[in-house]
């Protein structure tokens, strides 16, 4: 049974008069991917940081593995990589000799051997002398990973992991997070803007603003809440609306440009949508499901900003 | 644990090139002063002693190693916090500003122990440092200039030490100097921990030491009763070292001066540093 990795509740930060974090509570179970999401500013980061100890919250409890920080700081931290905001090196050392001092940190007892293998792991092996400074940011990013799993911690926090990286980079970065996850049974919390990429990977979400969590859950529950936006091109698309108009209600179409028709429907109701109009003697030339994700994060933040301005009238 | 964080600490000061500078710079300083002396050192000496002889007749030369190992001393021991300042003042803001301090923080090694390995690192590099200003002026100059008594000028005139007492002497005056830098590696070191950028620690150090250089100079009555307690008053002890008899209690106080202000700097050093949120 998964018991709780992280157990934050009440978690306040501030910088002066300035609330980075107001009354976050969430959980992380163990075995689970959390998309951290939220836009610039939300307070991720600082949730982040306060996670790895690199900054403490002024008030609120901060449980990770079932342990106090404030008494047992290393047992937590040696079972926890991260890779915070960019990833930074010693620019005049080799990659082998960055992650071997990070190693050394770390008590692990053979790093060098530790080090190679986490090289080959992230596709750096072969690059082990050359200085850091020669590499390219998709290099770096690798190198942060590596750096994050040299101790093999059962938690990782991966801050923006994606960011810089080419297509390839991005797709190497999410099958290396579904690997650690389901091959390794790694606890991933993964916060990232790029928002196709956690859908990919999350199994759990919470979503910031202005230093507030404002919904945190299941993915798959929280998703399934709001319909699915599904892009039709047909030959016909007024025909195809008189069609449908039968089946869906109208305020539930809208006709796009040229023979794009537009739907919000749940799943389920797609079939038989698209047999209709294929028994109508319609041509469906394409079927487009937008990212559901997308949609709900924006449906949120938009709610929230609204509120926020309407009720309280200034920013939190 | 420790003991990796400082052997980590010492690849690093390595593999810095601003660690070689100090180095260099007391190289070429050496090289220059041994060569002046070795051109024209009698002059000097008789520039020097010209007031003396009126009462006194030297017979032979005062120029030797140990003389002129002693004369590279007083001059070079004013310039050595600044090059000690420039690569200790850098430990923690340097990896702050380069954001690898976020990767060590968040090793299970304690803050404590990490910035203890700092202060570990920061005396390691003052003491090499140091051996090797050692080597220049004294090994070379006695290697150049060969042995001999050494003529000293004090308060209470000149002083001339047999040729076998000198290297004990030195040996005690290096370890006081030691304990003098260690104690601007130190002030460097936990001015490192207040700022995330290098230049502030070392100029912060640099402008500390005139601050308080200016305050032990100045004939203020004010200041009578602070100047004792100010570590730059005890920066240039260890030329007691070289005075007959030795003023073993004044000596005892600078050290106990210097070892006061190297545990209150690392004491707040560690203390700060553990609370200190890393936002770089």
């Known amino acids: 049974m998964a018991y709780p990795i992280i157990e934050a509740q009440g978690l306040e930060k501030s910088y002066g008069s300035f609330k980075a974090v107001v009354d976050l509570s969430f959980e992380l179970q163990e075995g689970s991917v959390m998309g951290f999401l939220g836009p610039n500013g939300a307070g991720k980061s600082t949730t982040l940081r306060m ?46 000799q960055n992650l071997e001092l990070l190693g050394r940190s770390s008590g692990i007892r053979k790093p060098r051997q530790r080090a190679l293998e986490m090289l080959e792991f992230v596709g750096l092996a072969g690059r082990e002398q050359d200085a850091v400074a020669s590499f390219s940011h ?30 390839q980079g991005i797709v190497d970065m999410r099958e290396m997070i579904l690997k650690l996850n389901r091959e390794q049974g790694k606890t991933i919390l993964l916060s990232s803007h790029h928002l196709p990429e956690v859908e990919a990977v999350a199994t759990h979400l919470v979503l910031m603003n202005r230093g507030r969590c404002l919904v945190q859950g299941s993915a798959a529950e929280l998703l399934s809440q709001q319909d699915r936006k599904i892009r039709l091109e047909v030959d016909r698309v007024t025909e195809a609306m008189d069609c449908l108009s039968s089946m869906l209600s109208r305020d ?51 709610h929230h900003n609204n509120e926020t301005h309407h009720v309280v009238g200034l920013p939190i | 644990m420790w003991w990796a964080s400082l052997y980590n600490e010492s690849i690093k000061i390595l593999a810095k090139p601003r660690s070689y500078l100090g180095f260099l710079a007391i190289t070429l300083l050496v090289g220059v002063i041994l060569l002046a002396l070795a051109l024209d050192g009698e002059s000097y000496l008789d520039f020097v002693t010209g007031s003396l002889e009126q009462n006194l007749m030297i017979e032979g030369s005062m ?52 910035l203890f390995s700092k202060y570990g690192a920061a005396a390691v590099y003052t003491l090499v440092l140091l051996v090797w200003l050692g080597l220049m002026a004294v090994g070379v100059a006695q290697w150049i200039f060969g042995p001999g008594d050494l003529a000293v000028l004090s ?38 921990c207040l700022a995330d950028n290098s230049i502030g620690p070392i100029v912060g150090t640099m402008a500390l030491i005139m601050v308080f250089t200016l305050i032990g100079t100045l004939d203020v009555p004010l200041f009578e009763n602070v100047r004792p307690f100010l570590f730059t008053t ?45 936002l770089t």
Not at chain 1, 77 to 83: E, P, Q
Not at chain 1, 141 to 147: C, E, P, T, V
């Open chain 2, 234 to 278: 005890h920066m240039a002890a260890w030329r007691s070292l070289f005075l007959d008899p030795t003023p073993l209690r004044d000596i005892l106080f600078s050290v106990g001066i210097l070892t006061l202000h190297c545990t209150a700097l690392m004491a707040f050093g560690l203390w700060y540093f553990d609370r200190k949120d890393i």
């Open chain 1, 51 to 96: 996670l790895v100890d690199l900054i403490r919250p002024v008030s609120g409890n901060l449980r990770l593995f079932g342990l106090d920080y404030r008494r047992h700081r290393g047992r937590i931290l040696s079972r926890i990589g991260c890779l915070i905001e960019k990833p930074d090196f010693y620019k005049y050392l080799g990659a082998l």
């Open chain 1, 252 to 302: 539930k179409m809208v006709q796009g440009d040229g023979r794009i028709l537009e739907l919000s429907l749940c799943r389920e109701e797609l079939p038989p949508l698209i047999k209709a109009l294929v028994e109508r003697g319609l041509s469906v030339y394409s079927v487009e499901s937008r990212q559901k994700l997308e949609d709900y994060y924006m449906q949120i933040l938009h």
């Open chain 1, 138 to 167: 998709g290099m770096r990013q690798r190198l942060g990973l590596a750096q994050c799993l040299l101790h093999n911690p059962d938690l990782i926090i991966l801050d923006e992991p994606g960011t810089g990286l080419d297509p």
């Open chain 2, 155 to 192: 308060g209470e005139g000149l002083q001339i030490l047999p040729s076998v007492e000198v290297m004990p002497r030195f040996l005690q005056a290096f370890t006081l100097a030691f304990l003098a830098l260690y104690t601007v590696a130190c002030i460097s070191v936990t001015f490192s």
């Open chain 2, 63 to 114: 120029l030797n190693g140990h003389l002129v190992g002693f004369i590279v001393l007083q001059m070079l021991v004013v310039h050595l916090p600044l090059l000690v300042a420039l690569v200790t003042g850098d430990l923690i803001s340097g990896e702050a500003a380069m954001g690898t301090l976020r990767n060590l923080v968040t090793r299970p090694l304690s803050r404590k122990s990490l």
